[in-house]
């Protein structure tokens, strides 16, 4: 393996500490400069838009009220963009908002960091999603959505596939992730039985509505499709699903039911600049306050079943990870996607693109 | 034209160091940035071709042995053939239009080719997706005025994506075919009309050989583009229309097989760099770029 892949130059790092000590400055004068310089800034990667408020009201505060210094940044966390900085020795982020095909891809690279579950405390997740490379960070479910304009009862996932009795396009996702679980579980695989995943019962039954999907890659773009009506059915995150429903005024609903529960993951890129730092980061994360927050912000599940009982009620039909909702569906299995993602994503592209 | 082996001869009268070896050292610069920005990386790109995930030419050999690269290079082959043949079509007879019109329209439809220049690729896939979409204007117009009783099927699929790419490449059909035509001697298609050709043999025998140089180039120029389109085969595709730069983002930034990712862009490059070197025997090169 190479050992300097330079092709991408990195400057955000110098761009974040200019940025962040602009920041810190008024916390430096009120906290003491000695202070401030002894716990290193940590930065945090997601995917922007919304999130950005968000995380900043849900994790940036508590944190910086520890004393500790978190900087977003929104630019999108990609697995060949961590691994390019993991790989040119020029790592300038601390935690990143992966998913399990992160574990997938990096983890067998050794290009992350292992969770230090000494700081990190297991005790506050679900621990079926604290693995060794990554924890989970707040949870999310890909679901069955429809346009109730068009399909007026209340339609299963076996529905989804059965064109002659909601005639109409539908819509997937461009990534084999979650998809693969609902065609089976559509076809009648039992949800605790889905893994290790029938791949070619999987294709097979995709395929026979294979003429009327459309694949969606963007969360921007399932809710356009949905939104604008081209498509009768959806399957798509839930924090989307629950954006469009109230956009549209309940037009879209979408159920958990038969749906798959996903952990959104921290992981730490090796190397990371600022350390142990980021563990401490991931812990005031755990707190489950902020994660009630972000819930309510964006409808991203806490991930601390402490945090659960906190939700109002009013809230807990939106939260994947409530128990009653946690109860209808699948889990993700990490270990499958750690043996089987790259060839099955291939796969999935080649099927679709065929 | 002076070929370049006469400028690089030294002048004689003072040896070492010639006149146009002063002006070789005013490139050098240029030179330099040119190795460190652009050769060094692409090097390293197609480094990583032959070593990952380990030396040797395993990632070339996909070329021949993986069937899901294969059907992805016919896809971007057929797309690229097909939209540089209706790119071409159409650039032409506007071009026609161009040179054969008065001064104040030609003003006119320049602008109206050059606009969209002008507008970012996203954005105009974005607008189509707005035209071209089941309640889209278009299939609002056939369906009130009774042309067709259901939404026609315009986008999503690769009637979507051609008529994005098309639309996209027009100007760059244009262009070169324009500065073509224009110097055209219109007097030897007048001569072919006074010695009797009808209107239809003027233009084929005298009018259509005398513009060959500019189809060539502007098709050579549209197919490369083609090649590596990504923005509007992604959006207007409804994911089916797998060309390979799309491909390649998967590879590199989502399953990290860089050692494939870095192989098809090397093999992009070479078809492009053989295409460039099979049209510098038809046509010469530095005139058709330098004359856009």
Known sequence: MNERNSIFTPTRRALLKGGASLLAAPAVLAAGAARAEARKEVVVVNYGGAAMKAFDEAYVQPFAAQGGRMVLDGSGPLNGKILTMVQSRNVTWDICDCGVTTLAELGPRNALEKIDYSIVDKSKVATEFAYENGVVNYMFSSVLAWDTAKVKETPTLADFFDLKKYPGRRMVRKDSQAMLELCLIADGVPLDQLYPLDVKRAFAKLGTIKKDVLYWNSGAESQSLMRDGECVMGLLWHTRANVLKAETNNRIAYTFKDGLLQPGLWVVPKNNPAGPEAFRAIASMQQPEGQVKLLTAMGNGPSNPAAQSMVPEALRATNPADPANAAVQARINAAWYIENHSKTFQAYLDFISS | ?292
């Open chain 2, 1 to 292: 034209m002076s070929s370049p082996a006469d400028q690089l001869t030294p002048s004689p009268s003072r040896p070492g160091f010639g006149v146009t070896a002063r002006y070789w050292l005013l490139i050098l610069p240029a030179l330099a940035l040119m190795i460190v920005c652009y050769i060094y990386p692409i090097s390293k790109v197609l480094w990583l071709s032959v070593t990952e995930p380990r030396p040797g030419l395993d990632n070339y050999a996909m070329l021949a042995t993986s069937a899901s690269i294969q059907r992805m290079l016919a896809t971007t082959a057929r797309i690229s053939v097909i939209s540089t043949l209706i790119t071409l079509v159409l650039a032409y007879i506007v071009s026609y239009a161009l040179v054969h019109t008065s001064e104040r329209v030609r003003r006119w439809m320049f602008l109206g080719v050059l606009v969209p220049l002008w507008i970012s690729v996203l954005v105009r896939a974005f607008a189509w997706f707005v035209l071209l979409r089941r309640e889209g204007l278009i299939n609002n117009i056939l369906i009130s005025s009774g042309l067709v009783d259901a939404p026609l099927s315009l986008i999503w699929n690769e009637t979507g994506v051609l008529i994005g790419m098309v639309h996209y490449m027009l100007p760059f059909g244009i262009l070169p075919i324009y500065a073509n035509m224009r110097d055209i001697d219109q007097r030897c298609v007048a001569a072919a009309r006074g010695l009797g050709a009808s209107r239809a043999v003027a233009f084929r025998q005298v009018f259509l050989p005398l513009s060959m140089p500019g189809v060539v180039g502007a098709s050579i120029l549209v197919f490369i583009f083609s090649l590596g389109f990504f923005v509007t085969p992604a959006i207007l595709g409804g994911g089916k229309t797998l060309m390979i730069a799309e491909y390649i983002k998967v590879q590199i930034l989502e399953i990290v097989r860089w050692g494939v990712g870095s192989m098809l862009a090397g093999t992009l490059l070479i078809i492009i760099g053989g295409l460039l070197v099979a049209l510098a025997r038809v046509v010469d090169l530095r005139k058709l770029f330098g004359s856009i």
